[in-house]
């Protein structure tokens, strides 16, 4: 049976300030990525996001940002690589301790916003994220998009890569996501989100947003939790690919080294 991990952004809410719902999504994806207080979250939210993880055998990953509270870290911060390794070694950390603390572990870093997205083109900050990972714990996988700076130093550098698609957002020709600044960059349509996440993973494509095909092999699809929806859309999502065969399950939980994944543009 083919099978495909579905992971989706967690412990979002800060303080009074709820922001999406968990515990509903933990009952959907195989994987979560729990933020680490930099572009959201607080340790008694990070707490129980993964204590809700682990008590539903959900994996763990390090949801790392730029230090962007006010702008939950969807703008580029221009710091040294110094620093930039330092934050994000602080965030593993944070989140390694409170995942202890809940009886599991972390198992894989995915980089959040515009840390994600700069990475996938800047050598110095992805450089940068990728000795804060091999400094913490070189077991420890990398979650990407595919075609990305990160994901091809991270490889050099020996830790496990694995690549993901995007449920709800819409891609360039070239294989990026279109900025959320931009007219249809986030996808609402439940229906047209699902045929989409089935193509992904049975064809390998997804229509750009100029009408081109992108090819788009992966490991992970991310269904986001902050949305309008949210849980009816990943249900619905989940419920289509276990009716088509595809298992749901953990890419990080697997062992070994990850698939090679490619990415390329094609117009058709």
Known sequence: MTGIDL????????GRWTLGDDTALLGVVSSANVACGFHAGDPAGMLRTVGYAAAHGVT???????????????????????DLAADVIYQIGALEGIAAAAGTQVKYVKPHGA????????????????????????????????GSVVGRLAEDAGLRVFREAFADRAYTPDGHLVSRR???AVITDPEQVTARVLRMVE???????????VRLHA??????????????????????????????????????SSPSVSTEAAKS
């Open 7 to 14: 992971n989706s952004d967690m412990g979002e809410s800060f």
């Open 60 to 82: 763990v990953g390090a949801h790392v940002a730029y230090r962007d509270l006010a702008g939950f870290g969807r703008r580029y911060v221009d710091e040294t690589p110094e």
């Open 115 to 146: 840390l994600y997205n700069r990475i996938a083109i800047d050598e110095r900050h992805a450089a940068a994220v990728v000795e804060a990972i091999k400094a913490v714990d070189p077991s420890l996988a990398l979650l990407t998009l595919p």
């Open 182 to 184: 931009e007219p249809g």
């Open 203 to 213: 064809d390998g494509t997804v229509t750009a947003i100029d009408g081109s095909i």
């Open 219 to 256: 490991d992970s699809v991310c269904v986001h939790g902050d949305s309008p929806g949210a849980v009816a859309m990943a249900t619905a999502v989940r419920k289509a690919l276990e009716h088509a065969g595809i298992a749901v399950r953990s890419f990080a939980a697997c062992d070994g």
